[in-house]
């Protein structure tokens, strides 16, 4: 039974205050992870473990980039032996980091590896299962026997650990939840987090508390609703474990920066999170700039303008149509339609182009519309913006048919051509009875602006104008608490105004922008708050990047698709075939096919799991051999490496989800 009372929704300390979840400490070697430590960023090598050379080598490369802890496979009992020798040339080097034993499948390895190394990381789905997704039904007495069979298989770790001073992660993973697990609770963040519970009360009754959790998965929306579960069902048993924090197989470039920064992102800013690893099918020094400019933005994060408290619930009410909102699953807020926005339709992106001092059809080609004169026609790309902001600026030639136009008020109605051309107004202009469009008006709000007295008329306002769409800012340190706070509001008085996540950004690095901007929106939309987004880069010149961006953060958070997906693992010593270089080339020939998912595995660890959440898998399962999935099930076994791209090309083309490029 839980010993502690809490909120039905409660997995963070506060919802509107930025405040760090107070965790146990966990020594591992020299660094502590939780407690009053610093949040640590930590990668994995992908060299062959039994190359002692080139793995020590890599590690140096990695704790030289800021690399805290280092992760290596241990996939045999020989290669657990070699990390003793590893470790070794290591410390020699003058490197103190602790060294991390990644555990599949072996057991064995595990018990070598946890007398040599400061930390074991093992997975609960196939510590002692061996997956074989087996549908069948467990009795009470069945599940019990199988979880005594754990216990026997497990604790025996669990005493070297503690006898040696080893730290332990138990990590879940989705794409590898044991049989037993899925046929009683199902593919869900219930079920991962009962997989880490099944091992973790194991050893608590062994009174081993250095762990370590982890809930990683490559689909963000499960990543972070599973996360929050685990702090959840621990905050009510009076727990308080470190979180180790990942998006598994995220992928790379700025895909797999978009991803990572969305789930990632939205568990650290609401104090979630210990230490974090990024994972991205990139060499692993790449990843810890990437993971350390996510963590340092919350260096400085306390004291930050208040926002209002929620009590209740943390959607206070009920939306329009009595729907019942969590944190633990997703559901989209109720909005009415306006035109293509809100309602049924996917979230819009909105271009910002107000600063641009003349705006000619070759302005649009960032955004995914391309004209071309000897056809006198745009071509309209699946990465396409719904609207552009123009401010001031006027067009004077014919727009393509799917793009809306936002003026600044006092223009828009000096504006002769009015067809598509819609009015943005403040709060004083839209409540002081300013001209309005007929069918869609553009209206700017911070949660100040919904404070108080006059902030209720204005809500009211919204609520009975069926043209209005609010475009929300926020100028508070701690922005993506102050908008939810502002979307808990509008359910609050039952307002389905449609809703466009703005926010602005200055001088600062393209990678920057990708993170700052995934982080900041990525945990609304996940949330299903949101009916568009719209970045505003004060920097100016990177319209392409932020294009690309505002696109990336809604199909990371599952909110709308425009491209191909990859899952795609970021490699490690078990990895049967260059990772980089073979997803680049089914990139190359498939990037055209938009909303396919295609999972790329280095071995079969997570494969068949995560095949699940792909539409087509490509898995490494010897040297030199691949195997190909639809889905979960094998369809193709020891297909050779050279042939296999091709193969898969023509297995999607026989399921029907093929396309040739246009042109």
């Not at 102050?482 to 990678?511: H, K, M, W």
Request: glycine share 10%; charged share 25%.
């Amino acid at each position: 039974m839980p010993t502690t009372l809490i909120a039905p929704w409660q997995y963070c300390p506060s919802l509107t205050r930025y405040e760090r979840w107070k965790t146990r400490a966990v020594r591992i070697g020299e660094i502590g992870i939780g407690g009053d430590n610093p949040i640590r960023v930590q990668s994995m090598t992908t060299t062959d473990t039994m190359d002692t050379a080139g793995t020590v080598a890599q590690s140096i490369r990695m704790i030289e980039a800021g690399c805290e802890l280092v992760r290596i496979t241990a996939p045999s009992k020989k290669d657990a032996e070699n990390l003793a020798e590893i470790k070794k040339q290591i410390r020699a080097a003058g490197f103190s980091a602790p060294l991390v034993a990644d555990i599949h499948f072996t057991p064995n390895a595990a018990e070598v590896a946890a007398r040599i190394v400061e930390k074991v990381r093992v997975n609960p789905g196939n510590y002692a299962d061996k997956k074989k997704f087996d549908v069948r039904e467990y009795t009470d007495a069945e599940y019990a026997a199988e979880l005594e069979r754990i216990r026997e298989r497990f604790t025996p770790l669990v005493r070297i650990c503690k006898e040696h001073g080893t730290a332990m992660r138990i990590g879940t993973n989705h794409g590898s939840l044991s049989d037993r697990i899925l046929n009683r609770y199902g593919d869900t963040p219930e079920g991962m987090v009962e997989s880490a519970f099944e091992f973790l009360r194991i050893c608590r009754d062994e009174n081993y508390h250095e762990i370590v959790l982890s809930m990683k998965a490559s689909n963000v929306q499960v990543m972070v609703q599973a996360y929050r579960l685990l702090v959840h069902r621990m905050m009510s048993e009076g727990w308080d474990y470190p979180l180790h924090l990942g998006v598994t197989e995220a992928g790379d470039g700025e895909d797999g920066r978009v991803k990572s920064a969305a789930g990632i992102g939205a568990l650290l800013e609401d104090g979630i999170g210990d230490t974090v690893r990024v994972s991205l099918t990139e060499d692993p020094e790449f990843e810890i700039p990437v993971a350390r400019a996510l963590v340092d933005r919350y260096n400085d994060r306390k004291g930050h303008a208040p926002i209002p408290s929620v009590s209740g619930s943390p959607l206070p009410g009920r939306g329009v149509g009595g729907e019942e909102f969590s944190p633990f699953s997703y559901s989209r807020r109720h909005s009415r339609e306006v035109l293509n926005i809100g309602a049924r339709h996917v979230p819009v992106v909105m271009a910002d182009l107000s600063k641009r001092k003349e705006i000619t059809p070759a302005t649009l080609f960032a955004w995914g519309y391309r004209y071309s004169v000897p056809l006198d026609k745009w071509n309209i790309t699946d990465q396409a913006c719904d609207y552009a902001f123009i401010g001031k600026n006027t067009i004077d030639f014919e727009i393509p048919g799917t793009l809306g136009i936002i003026q600044e008020h006092a223009t828009w109605l000096g504006n002769t051509k009015k067809d598509r051309h819609y009015p943005f107004l403040n709060k004083e202009e839209y409540l002081g009875g300013a001209e309005r469009h007929p069918e869609f008006n553009l209206v700017y709000a911070t949660l100040p602006s919904l404070s108080g007295v006059e902030g209720m008329a204005f809500i009211a306002a919204l609520k009975a104008d069926p043209t209005a769409v609010l475009l929300i800012d926020t100028h508070n340190a701690h922005g993506m608490a102050e908008q939810r706070r502002l979307f808990f509001e509008l359910i609050a008085q039952e307002c389905p105004v449609p809703v466009i996540i703005g926010r602005s950004y200055g001088a600062i690095t393209n990678d920057t922008l990708v993170l700052h901007s995934s982080t900041d929106m990525g945990p609304l939309l996940i949330d299903g708050l949101g009916d568009g987004v719209f970045i505003a880069d004060e920097q100016g010149g990177r319209e392409d990047l932020v294009c690309r961006t505002d696109f990336g953060i809604l199909q990371a958070t599952r909110t709308r698709t425009s491209k191909t997906e990859y899952i795609s693992c970021p490699s490690c010593g078990r990895t049967l075939f260059d990772l980089q270089e073979t997803t680049a080339k089914i990139r190359a020939r498939t990037s055209h096919l938009k909303g396919v998912k295609i999972g790329i595995m280095g071995c079969i660890v997570n494969g068949p799991g995560e095949m699940a959440d792909a539409d087509f898998g490509y898995v490494g399962t010897g040297p030199g051999v691949i195997t190909l999935y639809r889905e979960k099930e094998v369809v193709k076994r020891n297909v050779p490496s050279e042939h296999a791209v091709d193969e898969l090309i023509g297995l999607i083309k026989e399921h029907g989800m093929w396309v040739d490029v246009e042109g």
